[in-house]
């Protein structure tokens, strides 16, 4: 079996009048999470373990922060998109675990609904997802909430395999419609990759 594994980590500081989301949850808490996005570290974690699995990057070359696209986004969006990098790297899920790092609130009474809604969000089984939970005992971050993730995959798809629906490509302008067709699928729109300016330049007239 050719298998590979990634390792994510994620932390965001609590901030009050904002849902706190984990795992794809709003969870009863006075904080949330501070983020650009939903500030769901367990996802961003996770999202970061795929990515890394097969070596495609992490989450922030995919979506900069600073981009107002991503601005409150469910961070739903940015596993989708991990999983599918994996599939078109010709891999899946073999399992994924978890650790929380957080003071409050605690984890275990929604754990079993969090596995649940993470599998889900996965496609996979509740039993390839496992999600933990600890304090920050001796840390002094109670403020924040860190999360470290660890996933395993497995190739479903041979390299020859990649190749031969390559080789169905047959001109020019086919590849251009499927190249564009896979990016709209992946990306929503083509990747940008460049930085932004910190100021805007039309504004300077
Ligand atoms: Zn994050």
């Known amino acids: 079996m050719d298998t590979r594994i ?14 706190l989301r984990i795992g794809g949850l709003t969870l009863d808490h ?24 097969i070596a495609a990057g992490d989450i922030g070359s995919f979506f900069p922060p600073g981009d107002p696209r991503w601005k409150d986004a469910d961070s739903a969006i940015f596993l989708k998109l991990a999983m599918e990098e994996l599939e078109n790297a010709g891999y899946q899920i073999v399992n994924i675990d978890t650790t929380l790092v957080l003071a409050a609130p605690k984890i275990v009474p929604v754990a079993g609904e969090m596995r649940a809604r993470v599998a889900d969000l996965l496609c996979v089984d509740i039993d390839q997802v496992s999600i933990k939970a600890k304090t920050p005992e ?12 660890v996933a395993l995959v497995e190739r479903v798809l041979e390299p020859d395999e990649l190749k031969s629906m390559s080789a169905v490509i047959e001109t ?3 590849l251009e419609d499927v190249v564009s067709d896979l990016l709209s699928q992946v990306h929503g729109v083509p990747k940008r990759r460049t930085i932004a300016p910190v100021y805007d330049t039309e504004d300077i007239t």
């Open 138 to 149: 001796g840390l002094n971050l109670d403020h924040v909430a860190q999360c470290h993730a």
């Open 30 to 53: 006075p904080e949330g999470l501070a983020g650009h996005s939903d500030g769901d570290v367990l996802l961003h974690a996770v999202t970061d373990a795929l990515l890394g699995a």
């Open 172 to 174: 020019q302008r086919q």
């Open 6 to 19: 990634g390792f994510g980590y994620d932390s965001h500081i609590f901030k009050p009048g904002v849902p």
